[in-house]
Structures are given as structure tokens and as C-alpha cells.
Nanobody, 114 residues
Framework: QVHLVESGGGLVQPGGSLRLSCAAS????????MSWHRQAQGKEREFLAF????????TYADSVEGRFAISRDNAKNTMYLQMNILEPEDTAAYYC???????WGQGTQVTVSS
């Protein structure tokens, strides 16, 4: 059974950084493209970043280009999202997603506030 578990969220001050992790199990992680998304309260879920199965191609939403970096370690079955220069507008629940088969994690909350 596909299982995705996000971690690393929390409260951070504006301008700060966080690194989110997504631990995958129940499937051959190295064979699947993955992505990160977020959903702020009262808003639709938003695409953030995409990475191919081998990590060779990465794409970003304009809103996070240059501030966020997606990566993966296929030996550890884990995907990451390094988030820098965080802004209050980045406050949201963050989700990892396996594009094939439409699998979501349960989310981790990030709150950016002074």
C-alpha cells in the first residue's frame, strides 16, 4: 500500500528556512515522479515543485522559484523540500504527491509568523 508521510513543518519567522521531508513506502520510490503542493486556509491546493524519478529534472511554480528547492534520495525513499526566505504568505499545509495513481500524504503545517 502506498504511504507518504510528510514531516519538518512548524513555526518559523519571516526570512527563515525549513526543510520538509516526505518518507515513502509501499512502492518502488525510485521509479516514480513526485511533487510538492500546498494549501492555505480557504484557498485551493497549489502546485509548488516537481521532480522526475531519477531527480534529473525539476520544475517550480513561479511563486517559489529561487526560494524553494526540491530534491530526493532514492536510497532513503525520501523526497525533500528546502524552503528559504519564507514569507507569511507561505503559511499553509504542505503535501507530497505521487503523480501516478494520485496519492497524497497527510500534510505538514508550516506557519510563517513573527
Amino acid at each position: 500500500q502506498v504511504h507518504l508521510v510528510e514531516s519538518g513543518g512548524g513555526l518559523v519567522q519571516p526570512g527563515g528556512s525549513l526543510r520538509l521531508s516526505c518518507a515513502a513506502s509501499g512502492f518502488s520510490f525510485k521509479d516514480y515522479d513526485m511533487s510538492w503542493h500546498r494549501q492555505a486556509q480557504g484557498k485551493e491546493r497549489e502546485f509548488l515543485a516537481f521532480i522526475t524519478a531519477d531527480g534529473g529534472k525539476r520544475t517550480y511554480a513561479d511563486s517559489v522559484e529561487g526560494r524553494f528547492a526540491i530534491s530526493r534520495d532514492n536510497a532513503k525513499n525520501t523526497m525533500y523540500l528546502q524552503m528559504n526566505i519564507l514569507e507569511p504568505e507561505d503559511t499553509a499545509a504542505y503535501y507530497c504527491y505521487r503523480n501516478t495513481g494520485d496519492y497524497w500524504g497527510q500534510g505538514t503545517q508550516v506557519t510563517v509568523s513573527s
